[in-house]
């Protein structure tokens, strides 16, 4: 049933896609014949009707309404959903003194595979601004009056900024996200040592979870391709079809870094921390990889990646059923992958410099970010907006390329599900070999379990 969904979804996004770049490219055309032909009126009533930005101009702009009020609906949801998803994670490690290195070992590993996915993004996002790949968008160029240039802050001040002073205007930011994820993990740690005294509480928050779900789903399923076609239409009459082509090109670029850490950085990975043959890891981990490309849900993926861990790599179970749904959780690499290129693409195009500290700061939220994602689909999209806002990168083309990047960011999505869960598997066979929890004879196929 969710895989029907999630190809209802695909197919309403592509029709969105389709008929948005239709109908966008025949207004652009419109707009140019009509100016050139000496009739701007008309355009002009055109634009009032459906692109005029409604908070400074009159007129309509129904196309402008349906964008803003998706973002909106998007930006409100962004520190409930970081808050109450980070610290059901943080609680759902349970009991560290008994796991004891295990816990230790998992939460390293996936930290692990966080910082080498952080910087494999980082050298292709600044390789791709170096060579022109990633370009300010023209319109930029034409117009400036939107370009608000923001300074690459101290590092010692995101020490600072970490611990804010107020907590209801801490809750009240989306800028300050990162105050907002060192509050989650306080309280998911301190609710996980309150054990059963903290039940109450841990209701509370998983009922405001889901209830933030349900609103993420809605968000997406049912708004997401009416958005989709508005925002695309009114970017593509005011912006032109070439600033729509950039996008694509971040997806692509996207995609080949997620491809080469799915297949050369877990060979690395696996051989470095455990000397085992990686290609082995690679040919029975494929097939879980493929279920969650197809099905785009980690959660979905699970009893399949347990069973494969277990049965086929030779893993005990007490150590997969302890890592994986932990990394289902909190371990979203391929996410943070994402993250990173996505927000130097949208600050490149949207006219920002992005230099070495930036990245390790645009690292830093990418990772608290992805730690809070939760299994549901489209999450990292969304939550791209959080890397995005908490960098400061929030003129109207920056908001306006991000919204071209939900649009079309499927592909991606479903390639870093993949990641993710291969992570989760690498970091299982890391651990459960360190502990010496592994059986190398059915890791190689010397012996085969029930």
Same mark, same amino acid.
Not at 64 to 73: A, K, M, R, S, Y
Not at 442 to 450: F, N, Q
């Given at each position: 049933?969710?895989?029907?969904?999630?190809?209802?979804?695909?197919?309403?996004?592509?029709?969105?896609?389709?008929?948005?770049?239709?109908?966008?490219?025949?207004?652009?055309?419109?707009?140019?014949?009509?100016?050139?032909?000496?009739?701007?009126?008309?355009?002009?009533l055109?634009?009032?009707?459906?692109?005029?930005?409604?908070?400074?101009e009159?007129?309509?702009?129904?196309l402008?309404?349906?964008?803003?009020?998706?973002?909106?609906?998007l930006?409100?949801?962004?520190?409930?959903?970081?808050?109450?998803?980070?610290?059901?994670?943080?609680?759902?490690?349970?009991?560290?003194?008994k796991?004891?290195?295990?816990?230790?070992?998992?939460?390293?590993?996936?930290?692990?595979?966080y910082?080498?996915?952080?910087?494999?993004?980082?050298?292709?996002?600044?390789?791709?601004?170096?060579?022109?790949?990633?370009?300010?968008?023209?319109?930029?160029?034409?117009?400036?009056?939107?370009?608000?240039?923001?300074?690459?802050?101290?590092?010692?001040?995101?020490?600072?900024?970490?611990?804010?002073?107020?907590?209801?205007?801490?809750?009240?930011?989306?800028?300050?996200?990162?105050?907002?994820?060192?509050?989650?993990?306080?309280?998911?740690?301190?609710?996980?040592?309150?054990?059963?005294?903290?039940?109450?509480?841990?209701?509370?928050?998983?009922?405001?979870?889901?209830?933030?779900?349900?609103?993420?789903?809605?968000?997406?399923?049912?708004?997401?391709?009416?958005?989709?076609?508005?925002?695309?239409?009114?970017?593509?009459?005011?912006?032109?079809?070439?600033?729509?082509?950039?996008?694509?090109?971040?997806?692509?670029?996207?995609?080949?870094?997620?491809?080469?850490?799915?297949?050369?950085?877990?060979?690395?990975?696996?051989?470095?921390?455990?000397?085992?043959?990686?290609?082995?890891?690679?040919?029975?981990?494929?097939?879980?990889?493929?279920?969650?490309?197809?099905?785009?849900?980690?959660?979905?993926?699970?009893?399949?990646?347990?069973?494969?861990?277990?049965?086929?790599?030779?893993?005990?179970?007490?150590? %997969?059923?302890?890592?994986?749904? !932990?990394?289902?959780?909190?371990? #979203?690499?391929?996410? *943070? +992958? $994402?993250?990173?290129? &996505? @927000?130097?693409?949208?600050?490149?195009? %949207?006219?920002?410099?992005?230099? !070495?500290?930036?990245?390790?700061? #645009?690292?830093?939220? *990418? +990772? $608290?970010?992805?730690? &809070? @994602?939760?299994?549901?689909?489209?999450?990292?999209?969304?939550?791209?907006?959080?890397?995005?806002?908490?960098?400061?990168?929030?003129?109207?083309?920056?908001?306006?390329?991000?919204?071209?990047?939900?649009?079309?960011?499927?592909?991606?999505?479903?390639?870093?599900t993949?990641?993710?869960?291969?992570?989760?598997?690498?970091?299982?066979?890391?651990?459960?070999?360190?502990?010496?929890?592994l059986?190398?004879d059915?890791?190689?196929?010397?012996?085969?379990?029930?």
């Open positions: 049933m969710e895989k029907k969904q999630d190809n209802k979804l695909i197919r309403q996004m592509l029709f969105a896609l389709a008929s948005s770049f239709i109908i966008g490219f025949a207004l652009m055309m419109l707009n140019e014949k009509l100016n050139a032909g000496g009739q701007a009126d008309t355009w002009n055109i634009y009032s009707l459906l692109f005029a930005d409604v908070t400074k009159s007129g309509l702009g129904i402008f309404v349906i964008q803003t009020l998706f973002l909106n609906g930006k409100l949801i962004i520190v409930p959903l970081v808050f109450t998803s980070l610290l059901l994670a943080m609680d759902s490690i349970t009991d560290l003194k796991l004891g290195r295990m816990a230790y070992k998992t939460v390293g590993g996936f930290f692990g595979v910082v080498l996915g952080c910087i494999l993004a980082s050298v292709t996002a600044t390789l791709c601004v170096n060579t022109g790949i990633f370009t300010m968008s023209e319109s930029i160029v034409r117009d400036t009056s939107n370009l608000t240039q923001v300074s690459s802050p101290n590092p010692m001040s995101i020490l600072v900024a970490m611990v804010p002073d107020n907590l209801i205007t801490t809750f009240s930011n989306n800028n300050a996200i990162l105050a907002v994820v060192f509050i989650a993990v306080v309280c998911g740690l301190c609710l996980n040592l309150m054990g059963a005294e903290g039940e109450p509480f841990k209701n509370v928050v998983k009922s405001v979870s889901k209830m933030i779900q349900i609103c993420v789903d809605f968000l997406i399923n049912k708004m997401g391709p009416i958005a989709i076609f508005a925002m695309i239409t009114r970017a593509m009459a005011l912006y032109g079809l070439d600033d729509v082509k950039s996008v694509l090109v971040y997806v692509c670029v996207t995609i080949v870094a997620l491809l080469i850490y799915l297949t050369v950085g877990y060979a690395l990975v696996v051989f470095g921390t455990t000397r085992l043959n990686p290609f082995v890891f690679l040919k029975k981990i494929a097939k879980v990889g493929l279920f969650a490309f197809s099905t785009i849900s980690s959660a979905a993926t699970l009893p399949l990646n347990t069973k494969t861990t277990t049965k086929e790599l030779g893993i005990k179970e007490d150590i %997969a059923n302890f890592v994986l749904p !932990l990394g289902m959780t909190i371990n #979203m690499n391929g996410t *943070a +992958i $994402m993250h990173v290129i &996505g @927000t130097t693409f949208i600050a490149t195009v %949207a006219g920002y410099d992005v230099g !070495l500290t930036d990245l390790m700061m #645009m690292s830093l939220l *990418a +990772i $608290m970010a992805s730690a &809070g @994602t939760p299994a549901i689909p489209a999450a990292g999209s969304v939550l791209l907006l959080t890397v995005v806002t908490g960098m400061g990168f929030t003129n109207e083309v920056a908001m306006m390329t991000y919204a071209l990047i939900l649009a079309i960011n499927k592909p991606v999505e479903m390639v870093l993949s990641l993710n869960v291969v992570g989760d598997a690498s970091v299982a066979l890391m651990v459960a070999n360190s502990e010496g929890d059986d190398k059915v890791y190689y196929d010397r012996k085969k379990l029930a």
